[in-house]
């Protein structure tokens, strides 16, 4: 069977990176294995899904390198859940609750107070039907729970009930129904929660591998018992580690940190992005790839540690100007173009100005800075310093002027003026780009020429 995976978020704010984490580990393991990846839109909350969120999931994806092969929103699937509820109910598997939240926080404080596990007593089964009408009567609408299978005979004496699967990402997992309360499947206003649309969706789908955050661990013994009682396939789990932000706490699509968004709007690059979110939190370095092929012909799942992972912008920052000093021209020449950057200079001028961006916007400012020069009054360090550098072009050489015309410029200058060294270049790097660092100078003043070179002059 062809591996299928899912990657399924709420179009209920921007992805961040966590969320990346998570569709990368999906989108490299399918593509490992040459299978599919599908976009679920987990929209079933209706009050707080926006189709701008759903339009910028897939721009996200998109701008990662991450094209799905098919996409589905939950909100189109409805008459599946109603379907598959009413297979549950007939089977005895799903039951009404009357509970208030106030009445179930009460059970739960007294079984605590017990020194009891806070698990659902299961109370809703007791009803009977007249009880259940007079509940009705006063206007209380039921919520509804699945019937966890851990008991033998009497739902009321659970027994200890493992669930056990081989996690593709943390090895043998175990789950015991005994220690969790009978989930809540339809809240009492009829919407969906979480579980059974997901279950029934894999299932419909054909989805052969999940793979998710390790916050889903426990909710995965009671997913494969679903499956079970919808007579559906198993399909094969994994759990990777999470991201946390510096001081240790998750990551949230609501408070927007780190947004996939926001770090293409800071001109990250999205093979920066991508690596980082892979390949931080496992055994595997950080470092920077090409595209995704390549990165999936390393990856594996199995690799990510048990231990969550804490991100680090100034790794991220570290791996985007790694990628940025690597890019050839051709695969840049569009982008350059869009910045105004183009003509028969433009491939010189990226090979010379690359190693010195932390952001390819940057490349803007040292295309003015080529074109037009400084644009603003260079920061001499004294009266001394200027009067130096403005001499300093008296002694431009003539004739041919190609790589060697900086060691030739400047060999001259140190003969007359007796300086060396930072003396002798900064206040020429100075009067030529407006700034203490960047290109190498004998690179820029070959590009310049001697027009824009003698423009230079202090």
């Known amino acids: 069977m062809m591996t299928t995976v899912r990657f399924a978020p709420s179009p209920t704010g921007y992805i961040h990176i966590g969320n990346a984490r998570t569709a990368l580990f999906n989108w490299l393991h399918a593509k490992r294995d040459k299978g599919r ?116 005979d009497d739902p009321f004496t659970p027994r200890p009930t493992i669930v056990k699967w081989d996690d593709v990402v943390r090895g043998p997992q175990q789950v015991d129904l005994a220690s969790l309360s009978d989930p ?69 699509k609501r408070t927007g940190a780190q947004s996939i968004r926001g770090l293409r709007d800071d001109g990250l690059e999205p093979m920066a992005v ?8 496992t055994s595997h370095s950080v470092e920077p790839f090409e595209d995704l092929n390549r990165l999936a012909q390393i990856f594996d799942a199995s690799t990510a540690s048990k231990s969550a992972a804490r991100y680090d912008e100034g790794e991220l920052q570290a791996l985007n100007r790694a990628i940025l000093h690597e890019l ?37 400012a040292w295309w003015a800075i080529v074109q037009h020069g400084p644009g603003r009054i260079v920061p001499f360090e004294s009266d001394d310093d ?33 300086r060396k060294g930072r003396a002798l270049f900064m206040p020429l790097r100075l009067a030529l780009t407006g700034r203490r660092s960047g290109p190498e100078l004998a690179d820029l003043v070959a590009l310049l020429g001697r027009e824009r070179t003698l423009a230079r002059r202090p």
């Open 37 to 152: 990846f599908i976009l679920r839109l987990d929209d079933t909350d209706q009050a707080r899904s926006e189709q701008k969120f759903a339009d910028a999931i897939v721009e996200d994806l998109r701008w990662l390198g991450i094209v799905p092969d098919d996409t589905v929103r939950q909100s189109d699937r409805f008459a599946l859940y109603e379907d598959a509820a009413e297979k549950l109910k007939a089977a005895g598997l799903l039951y009404p609750c009357y509970e208030t939240p106030d009445e179930l926080e009460r059970r739960r404080r007294l079984r605590l107070s017990r020194r009891l596990p806070p698990v659902y007593g299961r109370e809703a089964l007791k009803l009977s039907p007249e009880e259940r009408a007079e509940l009705q009567s006063q206007g209380r609408q039921p919520h509804w729970r699945f019937l966890l299978p851990n008991f033998e």
């Open 184 to 252: 809540v499947l339809i809240r009492a206003d009829g919407t969906w929660l979480y579980t059974l649309p997901s279950v029934v969706d894999d299932g419909d789908l054909g989805v052969t591998d999940i793979i998710r955050g390790d916050d889903h661990v426990t909710n995965t013994g009671v997913q494969l018992v679903l499956f079970d009682a919808l007579d559906l396939p198993r399909p094969r789990f994994g759990h990777h580690n999470l991201l946390t932000d510096p001081t240790g706490a998750g990551l949230s």
């Open 274 to 281: 991508a690596s980082m979110a892979t390949l931080i939190g």
């Open 328 to 364: 050839p021209f051709e695969e840049v020449e569009e982008r350059l173009r869009k910045l105004g950057i183009e003509g028969p200079d433009a491939a010189s001028f990226w090979r010379i100005v690359r190693a010195n961006l932390d952001r390819f916007d940057e490349a803007a």
């Open 386 to 418: 200027r009067a130096f550098a403005k001499e300093a072009f008296e002694y431009l050489p003539g004739g041919v002027w190609d790589e060697t015309i900086w060691k030739r410029w400047t060999d001259a200058v140190k003969a007359a003026s007796g």
